[in-house]
């Protein structure tokens, strides 16, 4: 991934200074990241380091406590998943949030509906552009009336990003997309991030794969205990230095340190 | 199941099975076999006792059928009236079910809803507004009246479940006792009669369309059923889906035709009583002449329990709001992560559900003709095994209206079935308890089996 990016206009995507705390444990303390158009920006840490809450944040899953998020340069209120999508931020989630009882053309417009002109639900014609987006995903697929639930790991998954990619998404945030899949869906899913990123798309990648990060993103942030370590370049750093961000919480020499990095004080100096 | 063939394009049908061929739901075809068993079995029991009672008991089958009194006209019409009020509520229940709810105040909701009307009647319409008996305005006022406090009530239960979250379980275990005694507060404790002639209308016997209104809404309602497979066979040719070859779908319009037509001739067969109808000429100041007769026709009950059934499958099947519920009940999360308003979504189901109560009251009190403080005891139970037997399920998700119904009519000829060969009402209460359990193990089979 060693497209330059341009990084001098608005950011896609700015979020500042955002906080969330549960109970008393801080979930989300002070991080800012950005994204800017056509590029893949990671989102590493362990678990419980706070990057699922930071995304559910943007997607408007989670309400934050603090914080700002901008949209092309503009304050934008998200505080509710129909608020996220009508900025076309469009969320991919680690366990897919279908609906397993209904099939999948019901599942890519859910809370979307194509209506007939009496508004009733228009299904025929959903079927219609569900054969249609799937095509170009999965060609192969046929199970138009089943229920989700009887659909494979990648065929859900190619169900997810359909719903995604249909309804014009410039924002994509991406939860391990992958860690359920096989080789051949693992690809799909890359090439796809790769035709994405053409279109000038920016994704947000919450991932585990310290060499899956290396090969899809552009930038990567690491979170640690709810904190920013700090932000890289993916191409000037390498793969331990950034497991030493996502484990010991430390910023390598290039990158820009967070308020999360160890001796930050040294850092900044 | 049949899903494999089609992509793009009108495909070739695959030589296949009959039964594939016609694309019939077999959960719906399993219910109605359970239906038709229960019904002959007791044609035949009946047929049996009248035999045993008339001389000797003659061992040939056919005569057991043809003497049996369950599939008389008769019967027939009793039991379809009897199958009303719990069926129109069952058709709630399967929302509140398929949402991970569940409903235990349906019965009480019913006592208030009909405690109000008989109120409306008997003191507000003739006491404060100066209507006079039998006023045309009382029985609207009076429903009007009912479906506000039944929409009201159940909003109610609705918001403290979605927004305040306190479980389902207990808002309507705690209704189940409030609504049944605030029922009994409103009337005093009084048994309140006779109500509205009009009113009574609705209550079965006293209210049918009569031979010739019968058949035209019989013809009506093939017309719109053959419609309805016309159009969406149209509409699928439109996007190119393979369908379902034409003679199957004759085959499933004419079964259809058949079944509709045929129930409007077995309820058109039922006749009047002669000294009833005497009595109704002479109400019109008329002579009756020699030899008139003329059967009932369809109870305008059964037509509201149509209506209502129509209705709830086009909400449920047609309509975002049905999608979303079961979206929901399928995974409330990713509901909720698909921009549905879940809380709101709660209000509106148990809205709908009090609303349905609202017109069961009406059809079971006027089916009594007078307002009491037992009625409609214990019907929550009987709602829940109605929506629970026609497939519903309680994990969420599952469920259709259909079934509901049926499983209100299967539930009450088991009833009445057992009233009629004379075993005890203990005994059918056993029976009807563990048809329930039957009934749930084996969908479950049913479901491990076909994968679904």
């Known amino acids: 991934m060693s497209d330059k990016i341009e990084r001098t206009g608005k950011p896609l995507i700015e979020m500042c200074n955002m906080q969330k705390a549960f109970g008393g444990i801080r979930a989300v303390d002070g991080v800012s990241i950005d994204l800017y158009p056509g590029e893949v920006v990671g989102v590493l840490g362990h678990n419980g380091a706070g990057k699922s809450v930071l995304m559910k944040m943007l997607s408007g899953a989670i309400q934050r406590d603090a914080g700002e998020i901008y949209v092309n340069g503009e304050l934008a209120e998200i505080n509710n998943p129909r608020d996220a999508r009508s900025y076309q931020i469009e969320t991919i989630y680690q366990y897919l949030a279908l609906a397993d009882n209904l099939d999948a053309s019901s599942n890519l417009f859910l809370g979307r509906e194509l209506t007939t002109p009496l508004g009733f639900v228009n299904d025929a014609l959903m079927e219609a552009e569900t054969r249609k987006i799937m095509g170009r995903l999965t060609p192969n697929f046929r199970r138009f009336h089943t229920p989700v639930a009887g659909l494979s790991g990648g065929q859900r998954q190619s169900v997810a990003i359909s719903r995604a990619v249909y309804f014009n998404a410039k924002i994509l945030i991406m939860d391990e997309p992958t860690a359920a899949l096989g080789v051949q869906e693992t690809k799909m899913v890359v090439d796809l991030v790769d035709e994405l990123k053409k279109q000038g798309i920016g994704i947000l990648l919450i991932d585990h794969d310290i060499h899956q990060v290396k090969t899809l993103c552009d930038r990567a942030n690491v979170m640690k205990n709810g904190k920013l370590v700090g932000t890289v370049v993916v191409d000037e750093v390498t793969e331990d230095d950034m497991l030493g961000m996502i484990i010991a919480g430390k910023c390598p020499p290039g990158g820009i340190p967070g308020p999360g990095a160890i001796n930050s004080d040294n850092a900044a100096a | 199941m049949t899903d494999e063939t089609n992509n793009t394009g009108p495909t070739i049908v695959k030589p296949k099975g009959l039964f594939a061929a016609l694309e019939i739901d077999t959960r719906l075809m399993g219910m109605i076999g359970a239906f038709i068993v229960i019904a002959l079995v007791f044609q035949i029991w009946t047929g049996i006792n009248a035999q045993g009672l008339t001389g000797d008991i003659a061992w040939n089958p056919f005569s057991w059928l043809i003497d049996g009194r369950f599939l008389t006209p008769r019967n027939i019409f009793n039991l379809t009236i009897q199958t009303v009020s719990v069926a129109i509520m069952a058709t709630g229940m399967v929302f509140v079910i398929v949402t991970r709810h569940i409903d235990l105040s349906v019965g009480s909701l019913l006592a208030t809803c009909s405690a109000m009307m008989a109120v409306v009647q008997t003191v507000v319409a003739p006491n404060w507004l100066g209507l006079g008996l039998e006023n045309p305005m009382i029985a609207p006022l009076a429903i009007v009246v009912g479906l506000i406090t039944g929409a009201a009530i159940g909003a109610f239960h609705g918001y403290l479940i979605g927004y305040l979250t306190i479980p389902a379980f207990i808002v309507t275990l705690g209704g189940l006792f409030v609504w049944r005694n605030v029922a009994w507060h409103l009337t005093g404790g009084q048994t309140i009669g006779p109500l509205d002639a009009n009113f009574q209308l609705f209550g079965g016997?006293?209210?049918?369309?009569?031979?010739?209104?019968?058949?035209?809404?019989?013809?009506?309602?093939?017309?719109?059923?053959?419609?309805?497979?016309?159009?969406?066979?149209?509409?699928?040719?439109?996007?190119?889906?393979?369908?379902?070859?034409?003679?199957?779908?004759?085959?499933?319009?004419?079964?259809?035709?058949?079944?509709?037509?045929?129930?409007?001739?077995?309820?058109?067969?039922?006749?009047?009583?002669?000294?009833?109808?005497?009595?109704?000429?002479?109400?019109?100041?008329?002579?009756?002449?020699?030899?008139?007769?003329?059967?009932?026709?369809?109870?305008?009950?059964?037509?509201?329990?149509?209506?209502?059934?129509?209705?709830?499958?086009?909400?449920?099947?047609?309509?975002?709001?049905?999608?979303?519920?079961?979206?929901?009940?399928?995974?409330?999360?990713?509901?909720?992560?698909?921009?549905?308003?879940?809380?709101?979504?709660?209000?509106?189901?148990?809205?709908?559900?009090?609303?349905?109560?609202?017109?069961?009251?009406?059809?079971?009190?006027?089916?009594?003709?007078?307002?009491?403080?037992?009625?409609?005891?214990?019907?929550?139970?009987?709602?829940?095994?109605?929506?629970?037997?026609?497939?519903?399920?309680?994990?969420?998700?599952?469920?259709?209206?259909?079934?509901?119904?049926?499983?209100?009519?299967?539930?009450?000829?088991?009833?009445?079935?057992?009233?009629?060969?004379?075993?005890?009402?203990?005994?059918?209460?056993?029976?009807?308890?563990?048809?329930?359990v039957l009934a749930v193990w084996i969908d479950i089979v049913y479901r491990k089996r076909t994968g679904s």
């Open chain 2, 205 to 436: 016997i006293n209210g049918t369309l009569g031979v010739t209104w019968s058949w035209i809404f019989g013809l009506l309602a093939v017309a719109v059923a053959v419609y309805g497979l016309f159009s969406a066979r149209r509409q699928r040719l439109s996007h190119e889906f393979s369908v379902k070859p034409v003679w199957a779908e004759a085959t499933i319009a004419a079964v259809i035709s058949v079944v509709i037509l045929g129930f409007v001739a077995v309820l058109n067969s039922y006749e009047v009583p002669t000294r009833r109808l005497a009595r109704l000429f002479e109400d019109r100041g008329e002579i009756m002449p020699e030899g008139f007769t003329t059967g009932y026709g369809l109870p305008i009950s059964v037509l509201l329990l149509i209506v209502v059934v129509v209705g709830m499958t086009v909400l449920a099947t047609r309509t975002r709001l049905g999608r979303y519920i079961y979206a929901t009940g399928g995974n409330p999360e990713a509901a909720q992560l698909a921009g549905i308003r879940t809380r709101l979504l709660t209000v509106k189901i148990f809205l709908i559900v009090g609303l349905l109560c609202a017109i069961s009251a009406v059809v079971a009190s006027a089916r009594q003709t007078f307002h009491s403080n037992d009625i409609g005891t214990l019907d929550e139970l009987r709602v829940i095994a109605a929506a629970v037997i026609g497939g519903t399920a309680l994990a969420g998700g599952v469920g259709t209206i259909y079934g509901a119904v049926l499983g209100a009519l299967i539930m009450q000829s088991l009833q009445s079935g057992m009233a009629m060969v004379g075993v005890d009402a203990p005994y059918q209460n056993i029976v009807v308890g563990v048809v329930l």
